[in-house]
């Protein structure tokens, strides 16, 4: 019996053949026999983000997308977006029935340190980074009641980022500082935000080897290419505790899932599925 596709879903990005979100979101509508729903790969180059949203939504007949690197800022002025990603000035997710658009890669990180049991609420974190992904883990890890500091390479970046999120979010507080000075502070979680350590180059790690890394602190490396990386080696070899980001990558998935169809998928058919994708890579 021939199948019809009656929704269409999927992920712009250019370049977007290693995402591995075609995998995980048809998994969730197959687990859910919704056999009319589909999820697929669309490359488009930055100059034509505009013209193609339109021409996706109008004759390609798509419910909604997923949107990743290097076009998250750029649809933001073809769409409504919400106060989140309002406040982080990048859309992830698009509903083309109203033109709404929001952010959930702040649900994606906060709901897999919670599935972890993480405490946030007066906990010292120190996120790594400055990009897009550290926007989103300070806006996120703030609003769940963490005392959060910023480490970045370039500490200018990461005023600047800050200031952005005072004027966008009203957050307050955050301060930047040095690696080497956080290192002598009470931390209980480091948020890697950076792609430092990330496939192929395995053998980076943002933190440096000559300085003494703390006792008993749990690592979130948003990196899942490896699954495990040296940050986390690092902070297991140190008697803490350490998880990839993979569920992150899953979660954020789930969100959008539920905003374009209205259930809540199954996050573990989400996760292995994403697990096989990346097996079948390496
Ligand atoms: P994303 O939007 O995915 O977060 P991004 O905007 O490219 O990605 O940001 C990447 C972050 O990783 C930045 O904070 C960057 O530091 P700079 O602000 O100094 O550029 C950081 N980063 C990238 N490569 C790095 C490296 N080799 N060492 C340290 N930090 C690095």
């Known amino acids: 019996m021939a199948v019809i596709i009656r929704h269409k879903v999927g992920v712009i990005g250019w370049p977007v053949e290693h995402s591995i979100s075609p995998q995980m979101h048809n998994a969730a509508f197959q687990a859910l026999g919704l056999t009319d729903w589909f999820y697929d790969r669309i490359a488009i180059p930055p100059d034509i983000v505009g013209h193609s949203?339109?021409?996706?939504?109008?004759?390609?007949?798509?419910?909604?997308?997923?949107?990743?690197?290097?076009?998250?800022?750029?649809?933001?002025?073809?769409?409504?977006?919400?106060?989140?990603?309002?406040?982080?000035?990048?859309?992830?997710?698009?509903?083309?029935?109203?033109?709404?658009?929001?952010?959930?890669?702040?649900?994606?990180?906060?709901?897999?340190?919670?599935?972890?049991?993480?405490?946030?609420?007066?906990?010292?974190?120190?996120?790594?980074?400055?990009?897009?992904?550290?926007?989103?883990?300070?806006?996120?890890?703030?609003?769940?009641?963490?005392?959060?500091?910023?480490?970045?390479?370039?500490?200018?970046?990461?005023?600047?980022?800050?200031?952005?999120?005072?004027?966008?979010?009203?957050?307050?507080?955050?301060?930047?500082?040095?690696?080497?000075?956080?290192?002598q502070d009470e931390i209980g979680l480091i948020v890697n935000c950076t792609p430092v350590g990330m496939w192929p180059n395995e053998d980076a790690c943002p933190w440096p080897d000559d300085l003494p890394f703390p006792q008993g602190i749990t690592i979130y490396d948003m990196i899942y290419r490896p699954r495990r990386t040296r940050l986390m080696e690092k902070a297991e070899a140190n008697g803490g505790r350490a998880i990839g980001g993979l569920g992150m990558l899953v979660r954020q998935g789930a969100a959008s899932f539920a905003i374009w169809t209205g259930i809540q998928p199954p996050v573990e058919v989400m996760f292995e599925a994403a697990e096989a994708a990346l097996t079948e890579k390496t």
């Open 53 to 183: 949203l339109r021409t996706l939504r109008d004759e390609g007949g798509y419910v909604g997308l997923n949107v990743t690197v290097p076009h998250k800022q750029a649809v933001m002025r073809y769409v409504r977006p919400d106060e989140r990603a309002q406040a982080l000035g990048a859309a992830n997710t698009i509903d083309f029935r109203d033109n709404t658009a929001t952010n959930t890669d702040v649900a994606g990180l906060i709901d897999d340190l919670t599935a972890n049991d993480v405490l946030l609420v007066n906990t010292h974190v120190v996120v790594i980074g400055a990009g897009g992904a550290a926007r989103a883990a300070v806006y996120g890890l703030v609003h769940a009641g963490a005392k959060v500091t910023v480490v970045n390479r370039t500490p200018q970046k990461a005023q600047v980022m800050l200031a952005d999120l005072a004027v966008s979010a009203g957050i307050q507080g955050v301060a930047v500082r040095s690696l080497e000075e956080v290192a």
